[in-house]
């Protein structure tokens, strides 16, 4: 099951040197989003990042921007998506959002899609989450990746395999104490380890 970081929405100081050890120890996908950035700075901060890792960044924004970074992931938001601006490009890997799963019908044509809040989110005061402790993901072979968002932990991530996600994603579990990022995502990583294989 894939393990995918989301970046906190605010930016703060070390930031990128934490995305860089996330990266360091294993770090598969980081979709980077920002509120209210600068097209300048939103580039800044892709190019703080070591460049060995930029094709395992997800842009959320300025998607223009990858060309010059050789990037090949997007991120497309709901909003984004229903007004029709999702637009394919040869070789990309391409992400949205959904928070109704009668809606998987609609992103077939994305690589996977977010699912969220799974559980009560960590990052959102009172966004509450949609499944109970015995929800079972039922998946048809058309559908896309659906990665597990909302309220995800340590102490939760192996209930995300077990109700049949694809992967986990994880904002608040991290960012809620920047300090500890880097030890929080090792014992992610572990909880996925220690499961993968019973």
Do not use: C
Request: charge should be neutral.
């Amino acid at each position: 099951m894939k393990l995918i970081v989301i970046s906190n929405p605010i930016a703060y100081k070390g930031e990128k040197q934490i995305v860089n050890q996330l990266f360091d120890e294993g770090l598969e996908i980081y979709h980077l989003r920002k509120e209210k950035v600068s097209r300048d700075d939103y580039s800044k901060y892709i190019e703080a990042i070591n460049p060995k890792y930029h094709h395992k960044i997800a842009l959320h924004q300025y998607h223009e921007l990858a060309v010059n970074y050789g990037i090949n992931r997007f991120h497309y938001p709901e909003y984004e998506r229903t007004k029709q601006l999702f637009i394919k490009a040869e070789n990309g890997i391409y992400s949205t959002s959904i928070h109704q799963l009668a809606k998987l019908k609609e992103v077939k044509a994305f690589s996977y899609t977010f699912f969220s809040p799974v559980f009560n989110s960590l990052s959102k005061t009172g966004y509450m989450g949609l499944v109970d402790e015995h929800f079972k993901l039922d998946k048809t072979n058309d559908d896309p990746v659906i990665v597990a968002l909302g309220g995800i932990s340590a102490q939760n991530i192996k209930q995300v395999a077990d109700m049949g996600f694809d992967g986990a994603a994880v904002l608040g579990a991290l960012w809620n104490d920047p300090s500890n990022a880097l030890n929080t995502f090792k014992l992610l990583q572990k909880e996925l380890e220690t499961n993968e294989f019973q």
